[in-house]
Nanobody, 127 residues
Framework: HVQLVESGGGSVQSGGSLRLSCAVS????????MAWFRQAPGKEREGVAT?????????ADSVKGRFTIFKDNAKDTLYLYLQMNSLKPEDTAMYYC???????????????????WGQGTQVTVSS
């Protein structure tokens, strides 16, 4: 059973940085498309960035050049990260990591195929 646990959220001023982490356990030898999504109050959950098994990445236009998604395979646990720089108030949201049992991320930044989700971590950016 795949489990995802996020950490690293918090409050920061505009222009600041945060790094989100997601520990993925129970993945054994499976390959996953990994992603970060976010949801602001009253808005739909949106895809922020994806990374596939080969390390290919995709970003939402709103975060390109400011956010970086990357991963690290440690013993028995896969770690997914989101480095967020030059944060803006509009980045305020609950951030979720997600995993799809797929070698590549075939649906862009859509929620399609993402069967595994973390509980979310709050990011608040003040102006």
């Amino acid at each position: 059973h795949v489990q995802l646990v996020e950490s690293g959220g918090g409050s920061v001023q505009s222009g600041g940085s945060l790094r989100l982490s997601c520990a993925v356990s129970g993945h054994t030898d499976s390959s996953y498309c990994m992603a970060w999504f976010r949801q602001a109050p009253g808005k739909e959950r949106e895809g922020v960035a994806t990374i596939d098994t080969y390390g290919s990445t995709r970003y939402a236009d709103s975060v390109k050049g400011r956010f970086t998604i990357f991963k690290d395979n440690a013993k028995d646990t896969l770690y997914l990260y989101l480095q967020m720089n030059s944060l803006k108030p509009e980045d305020t949201a609950m951030y979720y990591c997600a995993a799809a049992a797929s070698v590549v991320c075939g649906y862009g930044l859509s929620r399609t195929g993402f069967a595994y989700w973390g509980q979310g971590t709050q990011v608040t950016v003040s102006s």
